[in-house]
Structure formats: structure tokens, C-alpha cells
């Protein structure tokens, strides 16, 4: 057999020889008879409307048998220009942007934004903030990794975990909604501070959620980790080395499964996290079966620092005491006259952040997540560049996919954990 | 400020122009003409360490005057340091910069975005295509300051051009040339693949990674 040659199938339609046997008659080609598979690579398209893409992700696959020779991937399906409007908004109008971006961990987005506002303006916030914003934190890592899980599961074959996962993400999701009031559009935060105290009752429901929640953790871990598909399925599959992981600019998860002991929260610590007593787990092989265990114990290790934050939890002012970025409360603005002053200037001409940058990262369920401003002295950036983590693991995906089977290209894109709407933004 | 520059100042003289510290975050402007050479050496000194690639970006400020930058964001891992480097690329002349996707995989897609929205263009990048807007994509630079907001084209013009669009051109040159379907493609990105303007997609055996 020569050189292979690649081409695209053709439409064939049905029909049948002279003996009347059915065979597929191409169309548009003359001659009869079943194009000769094994001489040529086949050009795949998988997506944008796939389900196992994990969003409008289009993958267009090169393969030759069963085997990918060749993956190269299209983006942009989601892109909405968040980083051109942030241009034209004040600081406090881009956190609904944050959203949107990352929205399985939307809390943690909006926890990054105010904090690079914060840095920038030179902002102080108070330790109440500061736990519940570790705790806001955790929880979205927790609903990320959790979707992570369960879509994982079903990509690879397993039902039940998704079933499992999800009604634990529920109750989570009900926490989140009982504190902002949105199952997505959270907004949770704003420069100096938050947009609103937890309510009644959270602390009690987040403290039942941590003890009912690793339980059901502990089944999905009976159910896979042991499980002799699973393994088969997930190791030695998709391996990033650690200098290949670097390399790439993985983070996150994918970064430690492949052996780097990278964690924002611990090498260049935010919210007070030095404080927290919690582990880091590193992966050894870089495989998706070491992405796998690296997800399910940063869930166990996220729900150590959800206790730690709860019972430190302080009492106290929660915003900034700064009437030039924080709104005075109604009743203040309505019947002082210097508040509604305060008031007015905040709405109608925003807050002045200083001339100069700043990039800051938060560690969120995908990766390092970083937020990049550039100011001009005026209320609304100049440039606002989020660093999207998803973006840089996805992009690894043809260097990981090569040579693997088909199915494995599955379990590897699953692997990586993206987020469409970040990764186009 | 990060006492890296110093050791750059050291290393590469007058190619490094200045050095400011903002946010506690050290910048600093180099030559834009030595941007590979001055990161190789940022990446492979020892003493440096810079392994990790953070980030890619552009910035173009309102002000018309000031050139575009170009940022990376570097860290060492193992020491634990960042260094923000800038190359300012004045807009009177080609916006240019060498590529420094044979230092860094990471710069693949980044510097890719970036030519899609500031329209730079990176020397030897191996793929350098749009990322984000199709291939086909005609109003230009969406981050450029002198792109409005909502777009070039009106609303109708394009629902003009979405109806009229050829969906042969959602594939890439490169995949069409996998392909071998050159024939009911548009003339002009028929003579562009044949002339091989655009870079290739690697051959799978050939991969290598720095």
C-alpha cells in the first residue's frame, strides 16, 4: 500500500449490484462499490453542536482507522467581545461581564475581578469580606468541579455519578441562590467590597452541606476509582509531562496532575489563604485518570477550607469605609446630603482608578484565572484582559489527542475542563 | 522593583528602555526588535528562571499618540517571580514582533489572538490565523480603539453577508488542503492556498516541543 491519501467521504446512497446484493453508490462519482477505507485518512468534524465537546467547541479530527493522526480546533462560536465592552464600563459594570465568562464557577470570577480593581485603586477590604469571598471561592470550585465530574462520567460511559454530582451541585446551587439571589448571574461582589451579606440560616445550610457532601463523594469514588473500565479508560490516556505542561502554560488541575505543585492559593496567596490549613494534591502521570484523582480531592480539600472560613467567620463591617467607591446605604442617600452627593458621583461618573496596570490571578476550578487592567486615570479601563485558563489547556488538546483513539479524544477533551464562554470570551 | 532588570540592563544595555513599577508589579519596555533574544535569555539563564508563560496581550491606549504594546507575563515557578516585559510597537510602521512560540507552546494560541484583535503579526509563528473571528472576517481589528464598538457594518449589511456566506469558508485553508475539496472554493482563497500564503498546520511526526 502506498502513501495515504486523505479525503473526505462522499455521499453515497444505497443501492444494489446486478446480482442484487445492497451496496453504497456514491454520489456525484462514477463506478459502484465502497471507497477503499483503509487507503485513506478520514476528515472528521465533531461540533460545534456536539454533546460530548462540552460546549460550541468544534473539533475537526483527522484519523486514520480508528486512530487520530491530527486535531485541530475551532473557537470563537461563543465569543461576545466582554473584553471590548469592559472598555466602555465602569469597574463595578464589568463584574455582571465576569459572569458570563466562566459560568459554572461565576462567583469565583466576580472574587477576581473586584480583587484586580482593588489592587489598582489601592483598596483595602474588610476581614469579613475577605472570608466570604474564600468561601464564595470554594463553593464555585466545588459546582465546577462537580459538572466536571458528572459530565466526565457520562463522556466516558458512566451514568450514575452525573445523577449523583448533580444533586449535590443542587444544594449547592440553592446556597448560592439563597446568598445573591441567581443560580448564574451572581454579581456577588463589588469594588470594596460585596453586594450583599449572607443571609439567615447560610452558615447553618453551608455547615450541613460540608457534612452531607463528602459522603456522596466518597460513592462516586467507590463507584470509579477502582472500577476496572474506568481505569482502563483514563490512564496513560492524553499524558502532558511536567515540562510539557509548563510548556504548554497549563494550569490548574492540569498543571498538577502533570507533576508541577502550582496552586495560586499557596504560591502567591490572596484572601489570606497562607492561613488556611488545606493540601495541594499533584498528580504523577499527567493522564486524565491523575486529572480525575487531582479533581475529586481539591473538592475534599475545598470543603477543609469552607469549615476553616465558617468558623472564623467574623463579625463586622462588610464593605469598605469608603464613601468614594461604596454606595451609602438608601435611607443615608435619600436624607444626608453629603451621602447623596457620594451617591451621585459614584453612579453618574464612576470611580477613578489611578494611572498605571495590574495583572491578578485567583486560583478558580479551571486554572489560574487573571484579570489584567490598564488605566488611563478615568473611571473606565483602558484595556481589561482576563486571562482565561481554559483557553490555554484546551489549546494543548492536539498535542494530547495525537496518536490516542478516537474515544480517548472524548475522555481527553473531557479531561481539560473547559468553559466555552471563557475560552471565547 | 524586581532585580531582574538590573541584570537585563547588564545583559542587554540600551535594548532595554525602561523599567517601572506599578501595582508592586515590575515592567519593563525592551527593544522590540530583540523581544525573542532578551525572553530566550529571561527563559534559559538560571540565575532567571522565567519558565512560565503567563500571558500574551496587546494594549492600545485612547490617546492616538502612544504606540500599541505588545505584554507578556512571565513567572518563574520555582522562584516564585513575575516580570511584566512590553514591546512598543509605534503605529506608523509595521506592527511586528518576532513569535516566541519556539520558546514557549503557550504563545500558540495567544499570539494568535492577538493578531486577530489588534492585527500584529508575529514572525515565524507556525499558524498564525485568526482564532476567535472566522477566516473570512472583513472589519478588521476588533480591540483596535478605532473599532466601534457595535462593528463596522450595519446591522443589515451583516445579515447581508451571514446569508451570503459560503459555508465552505467555516473550514480553514488548512483543512481544506487536508482535504483535497479545492474546487468549489471562492477564487480568491483558492490562489491564497495554492500560494501558500498562510502558515501550515504541522505534520503530525513532526511536532516537536521545546
Known amino acids: 500500500m502506498g502513501e495515504k491519501r486523505t479525503v473526505e467521504l462522499d455521499l453515497a446512497t444505497t443501492g444494489a449490484d446486478a446480482a442484487g446484493r445492497p451496496v453504497r453508490v456514491p454520489l456525484g462519482v462514477s463506478g459502484t462499490g465502497e471507497p477503499d477505507l483503509a487507503a485513506e485518512h478520514m476528515l472528521l468534524n465533531v461540533g460545534p453542536q456536539h454533546p460530548a465537546t462540552h460546549g460550541v467547541l468544534r473539533l475537526v479530527v483527522e484519523l486514520d482507522g480508528e486512530v487520530v493522526r491530527r486535531v485541530v480546533p475551532h473557537i470563537g462560536y461563543l465569543h461576545s467581545g466582554f473584553e471590548k465592552l469592559g472598555e466602555y464600563r465602569f469597574y463595578n459594570q464589568i463584574i455582571p461581564l465576569t459572569d458570563r465568562t466562566d459560568y459554572l464557577a461565576p462567583m469565583a470570577n466576580n472574587v477576581g475581578l473586584a480583587m484586580a480593581a482593588e489592587q489598582l485603586m489601592g483598596i483595602e477590604i474588610t476581614e469579613r469580606c475577605k472570608v466570604l469571598r474564600v468561601v464564595a471561592c470554594e463553593i464555585s470550585r466545588i459546582i465546577s468541579h462537580l459538572v466536571w465530574l458528572g459530565t466526565t462520567a457520562i463522556d466516558i460511559g458512566a451514568f450514575t455519578p452525573f445523577l449523583w454530582t448533580f444533586q449535590e451541585r443542587e444544594k449547592a446551587y440553592n446556597l448560592q441562590e439563597a446568598w445573591t439571589g441567581a443560580r448564574l448571574t451572581t454579581s456577588l461582589t463589588r469594588v470594596g467590597g460585596m453586594m450583599a451579606d449572607v443571609p439567615d440560616g447560610f452558615v447553618e445550610a453551608l455547615r450541613t452541606f460540608c457534612r452531607e457532601f463528602p459522603p456522596v463523594l466518597d460513592e462516586v469514588d467507590r463507584l470509579l476509582t477502582r472500577n476496572a473500565i474506568w481505569i482502563s479508560r483514563t490512564q496513560g490516556i492524553g499524558p502532558m509531562t511536567s515540562e510539557e505542561a509548563v510548556n504548554y502554560g497549563l494550569s490548574g488541575p492540569m498543571l498538577r496532575a502533570s507533576g508541577v505543585p502550582y496552586d495560586v492559593r499557596k504560591d502567591r496567596p490572596y484572601l489570606d489563604y497562607e492561613t488556611y490549613d488545606f493540601d495541594v494534591p499533584v498528580g504523577e502521570h499527567g493522564d486524565v485518570y491523575d486529572r480525575y484523582l487531582v479533581r475529586m480531592e481539591e473538592m475534599r480539600q475545598s470543603v477543609r477550607i469552607i469549615e476553616q472560613a465558617l468558623d472564623r467567620l467574623p463579625d463586622g463591617p462588610l464593605n469598605a469605609q469608603d464613601p468614594r467607591v461604596i454606595l451609602p446605604p438608601k435611607s443615608a442617600a435619600m436624607n444626608d446630603m453629603e451621602s447623596m452627593i457620594f451617591h451621585f458621583k459614584q453612579v453618574m461618573e464612576g470611580v477613578r482608578a489611578p494611572v498605571g496596570e495590574v495583572y491578578f490571578a485567583i486560583e478558580n476550578g479551571k486554572g489560574e484565572l487573571g484579570y489584567y487592567f490598564v488605566s488611563d486615570g478615568t473611571a473606565k479601563p483602558v484595556r481589561w484582559r482576563i486571562r482565561p485558563p481554559s483557553l490555554l489547556n484546551i489549546a494543548a488538546l492536539p498535542k494530547m489527542a495525537e496518536g490516542h483513539l478516537f474515544a480517548d479524544l472524548i475522555a481527553i477533551n473531557a479531561s481539560v475542563d473547559i468553559v466555552m464562554g471563557e475560552i471565547d470570551r | ?210
Open chain 2, 1 to 210: 522593583m524586581n532585580p531582574t532588570v538590573e541584570s537585563l540592563r547588564r545583559a542587554f544595555g540600551t535594548k532595554i528602555e525602561r523599567a517601572l513599577v506599578s501595582c508592586g508589579q515590575t515592567v519593563v519596555y525592551v527593544d522590540r526588535v530583540s523581544v525573542r533574544e532578551i525572553l530566550r535569555w529571561l527563559k534559559e539563564t538560571p540565575e532567571e528562571d522565567y519558565d512560565f508563560l503567563v500571558d500574551v496581550t496587546a494594549v492600545e491606549y485612547r490617546d492616538p499618540e502612544p504606540p500599541l504594546e505588545v505584554v507578556y507575563q512571565l513567572r518563574s515557578l520555582k522562584r516564585g517571580a513575575e516580570l511584566r516585559v512590553k514591546a512598543e510597537l509605534p503605529k506608523d510602521r509595521a506592527l511586528e514582533v518576532d513569535s516566541v512560540v519556539p520558546l514557549w507552546r503557550a504563545a500558540d494560541w495567544l499570539e494568535r489572538e492577538v493578531y486577530d484583535m489588534f492585527g500584529i503579526t508575529f514572525r515565524d509563528h507556525p499558524d498564525l490565523r485568526r482564532l476567535l473571528m472566522w477566516e473570512t472576517y472583513a472589519e478588521g481589528y476588533p480591540l483596535r480603539k478605532d473599532f466601534p464598538l457595535r462593528g463596522r457594518f450595519s446591522r443589515a449589511e451583516q445579515v447581508r453577508q451571514a446569508l451570503a456566506a459560503n459555508p465552505e469558508a467555516h473550514y480553514s485553508l488548512e483543512e481544506l488542503s487536508i482535504a483535497q475539496r479545492q474546487y468549489d472554493l471562492p477564487s480568491d482563497m483558492r490562489e491564497r492556498l495554492e500560494r501558500g500564503e498562510r502558515g501550515t498546520v504541522p505534520e503530525p511526526g513532526r511536532r516537536d516541543d521545546g
